[in-house]
């Protein structure tokens, strides 16, 4: 198995390290990932500027290509340019903090997944869901776990699974389950601040407002101690409205 | 009728300065849009740096709020804290340049109106399909008519309209459908050139190889003259597989 192990946090961070550290017990892996961290970046590329490629070594045991650029950015030009040929698998992750409901959007490491399935690689993201320090070592093994899981199943070439575990021993988690992303609220603030010369500028903040509660939300899931697992698409159709539309209202004409 | 008008090509634009005069003539209009362009930024927010706002003026009939930050940060910011109350209506645009196909999950101008859907405001993104110099008065026609589309339909709260017009006079303008996003193909390519000082750096270029040509594909509706309009949606969750997985594969255990 040939693996692309790329991430948002950046190529020095600990998730990365401790995934490729599992990874490598199963496959060949190719790390190619931010150098600085793409937190939030959504499904951003890097078009009106170069790109540069500088080697990253760690513990003379890890080596990767640090990219200036975003998650997506990596995969693209890792698939195009650096790898021989196309890996069986990208692997985005594992993202310090979740990646779960409405924020999935923002998400540099979902976007980095994403992209593989575009490119027509089968991709799956990892998130460990806590912000406070936490040990790597159960997510990187439930990492390797999708991983082979991926690979060994039929699912097709577009394929993005996104995989939340919750921040616990591996005793307490529960097992996995299939989610949907779920519909939790958050009421966007931004704090109002003055600089040192007496500008002003804002920061965003934030809090969640309301969890779906609903069995089959990602974010319920991770709550109730499961590992969530979402299949996504980058097909951003509402298939539902559209055909609701397109019966009831038909077509138009301007002249 | 209150609207939030914002892009990705940045407040200097052509595009929002032509939507903004049209829109003028039917609701009461917010600007709020990057002051530089955020081509290809995705759904990318600013977290980890702060906002500002800058007052901008153009042939002193045309003011807005300029932010440094991406599409999806002006419509929060606008939203949170610009505006004394939510607007009717979240109109992105005019792109100089497609969102079509899976183009759409890189685009800034889409991004945009995604912001405001999930703030609950329903929201309209506007592409002219060109990257040619164009004149906007037919697409800004065409976006006040989406505008009020939207404004009078019972559509909910999160919906997103993704128009495209294609690049034609407007009485060669066919009319418009509903289309869902097509399934292009593109071949991602990196131009690798030396910089002055004798090092190496990779540019972005890619190539369309293949184009859907099913007659409800936004790309194949605009390239025969059709104006396609096309509901997104903010969820990424692949429903289709998801029911099939959660069937067939039922759910799993670690120990």
């Given at each position: 198995m040939r693996i692309l192990l790329a991430n948002d946090d950046g190529i020095y961070s600990e998730g990365i390290y401790a995934l490729y550290k599992k990874l490598t017990e199963i496959a060949d892996v190719t790390v190619v990932a931010p150098i600085t961290e793409q937190s939030a970046v959504g499904h951003a590329i890097t078009v009106a500027d170069?790109?540069?490629v500088v080697d990253f070594y760690k513990f003379g045991e890890f080596f990767g290509y640090g990219i200036k650029g975003s998650p997506a950015d990596c995969v693209k030009i890792a698939i195009s340019d650096i790898m021989d040929r196309k890996p069986d698998l990208v692997v985005s992750g594992i993202n310090h903090g979740a990646n779960l409901a409405t924020n999935v959007i923002y998400s540099g490491t979902v976007s980095a997944a994403t992209e593989g399935a575009m490119m027509g690689v089968r991709s799956v993201a990892v998130s460990l869901a806590t912000k406070e320090k936490y040990d790597f070592t159960t997510s990187?093994?439930?990492g390797a776990y999708f991983a082979k899981y991926m690979y060994s199943s039929s699912l097709p070439d577009n394929a993005v699974l996104n995989i939340n575990v919750p921040a616990l021993s591996k005793e307490r988690?529960?097992?996995?389950?299939?989610?949907?992303?779920g519909n939790s609220k958050y009421l966007d603030t931004f704090a109002k601040r003055t600089d040192p010369r007496g500008g002003?500028?804002?920061?965003?903040?934030?809090e969640k407002v309301e969890i779906?509660?609903?069995?089959?939300s990602d974010e319920y899931m991770v709550e109730n101690g499961y590992v969530s697992v979402t299949p996504l698409m980058f097909d951003m159709t509402d298939y539902r409205m559209y055909d609701q539309l397109k019966d009831t209202e038909g077509k138009g004409e301007f002249s």
């Open positions: 170069p790109l540069r990187a093994e439930i988690i529960k097992g996995w389950r299939f989610a949907r992303q002003s500028y804002y920061w965003l903040t934030g779906d509660v609903t069995p089959e």
